[in-house]
Antibody, heavy 118, light 107 residues
Framework: EVQLVESGGGLVQPGGSLRLSCEGSGFIFSSHGMTWVRQAPGKGLEWVSGISESGATTYFADSVEGRFTISRDNSRNTVYLQMNSLRAEDTAVYYC???????????WGQGSLVTVSS | DIQMTQSPSSLSASVGDRVTITCRASQYIGINLNWYQQRPGKAPKLLIYRATSLQSGVQAGFSGSGSGTDFTLTISSLQREDFATYYCQQSFSTPHNFGQGTRLEIK
């Protein structure tokens, strides 16, 4: 059974940093790209970042470019989202999702809440 | 960046109704269009990928059509569990933006 489990969310002050982790199981982790998607309270889905199977290629939304980095450790079946210079508008539930085929997202984690507030 | 626009933003319907949701891309995306369902408090679920392909395990009442810039999601006969929010997403070029969502409510 494919599972994705996020961790690392919490409350952080504006300007602070946080690192989210997403551990995958039940599939060959190194064979899939991975993506982070977020959802602000009461709002829609926002694509945040993606990473290729090897980690060699990364992609970012304009809203997080230069502040967030994505990486992966295939030996640990884990993808990371390092979030720096956090702003109130980064408050959201952050989902990791598995990429398949033509970059559709076929499995999602349960989400990790990040709250940026003083 | 490619912008995705869904219509309507909300929709009221009854069990058994046939409903259609549309999604328009701001530029050509081929068939790189995916549809997701999200129930309250839950993670999104992939329904349709590459515009017309039904994801494994998804009930046959869901179908997708379109190519280029205009796409539709059709639910042939609404079931109670289909009342949720639906999102389209383009995966033609990054950022892989989502539409704003269509909230489907019980009439």
């Amino acid at each position: 059974e494919v599972q994705l489990v996020e961790s690392g969310g919490g409350l952080v002050q504006p300007g602070g940093s946080l690192r989210l982790s997403c551990e995958g199981s039940g599939f060959i982790f190194s064979s899939h790209g991975m993506t982070w998607v977020r959802q602000a309270p009461g709002k829609g889905l926002e694509w945040v970042s993606g990473i290729s199977e090897s980690g060699a290629t990364t992609y970012f939304a304009d809203s997080v470019e230069g502040r967030f980095t994505i990486s992966r450790d295939n030996s640990r079946n884990t993808v990371y989202l390092q979030m720096n210079s956090l702003r109130a508008e980064d408050t959201a539930v952050y989902y990791c999702a598995r990429v398949t085929g033509a970059w559709q997202l076929d499995y999602w984690g349960q989400g990790s809440l990040v709250t940026v507030s003083s | 960046d490619i912008q995705m626009t869904q219509s309507p933003s909300s929709l009221s319907a009854s069990v058994g109704d046939r409903v259609t949701i549309t999604c328009r891309a701001s530029q050509y995306i081929g068939i790189n269009l995916n549809w997701y369902q999200q129930r309250p408090g839950k993670a999104p679920k992939l329904l349709i990928y590459r515009a017309t392909s039904l994801q494994s395990g998804v009930q046959a009442g869901f179908s997708g059509s379109g190519s280029g810039t205009d796409f539709t999601l059709t639910i042939s006969s609404l079931q109670r569990e289909d009342f949720a929010t639906y999102y389209c997403q383009q995966s033609f070029s990054t950022p892989h933006n989502f539409g704003q969502g269509t909230r489907l409510e019980i009439k």
